[in-house]
Nanobody
Framework: VQLQASGGGLVQAGYSLRLVCAAR??????????MGWFRQAPGKEREFVAA????????YYADSVKGRFTISRDNAKNMVYLQMNSLKSEDTAVYYC?????????????????????WGQGTQVTVSS
């Protein structure tokens, strides 16, 4: 799977952005994969943001973004989205999309970066206060 993340940019606090992750899949179909978004701020470790199961019927969020961010997917287009509302300066980071070929094994595992097999290149989100 090849993943391409886009949609990042510079916005003021309180505004919104929508990140898009486009997947190129060979050998398997896109709906075989659970998908996740992670982020990494300067000097910090990569952290879980959100994840979604193969059908989109189950979603998972970090406490820090719950109620502000929404993850969704369009399996017909091989796309995953992260709608980010009410952005805060602490949301500033490089955002990465990732694919897990084993699907969602547990609500805990889906939050672990090592569970994911494939990663995109990242897109920068900067929120000014």
């Amino acid at each position: 799977v090849q993943l391409q993340a886009s949609g990042g940019g510079l916005v003021q606090a309180g505004y919104s952005l929508r990140l898009v992750c486009a997947a190129r899949v060979s050998g398997r179909t896109f709906n075989n994969y659970a998908m996740g978004w992670f982020r990494q701020a300067p000097g910090k470790e990569r952290e879980f943001v959100a994840a979604i199961n193969w059908s989109g019927g189950s979603t998972y969020y970090a406490d820090s973004v719950k109620g502000r961010f929404t993850i969704s997917r369009d399996n017909a287009k091989n796309m995953v989205y992260l709608q980010m509302n009410s952005l805060k300066s602490e949301d500033t980071a490089v955002y990465y999309c990732a694919a897990d070929s084993y699907g969602v094994t547990s609500a805990q595992a889906v939050r672990v970066a090592n569970e994911y097999d494939f990663w995109g290149q990242g897109t920068q989100v900067t929120v000014s206060s």
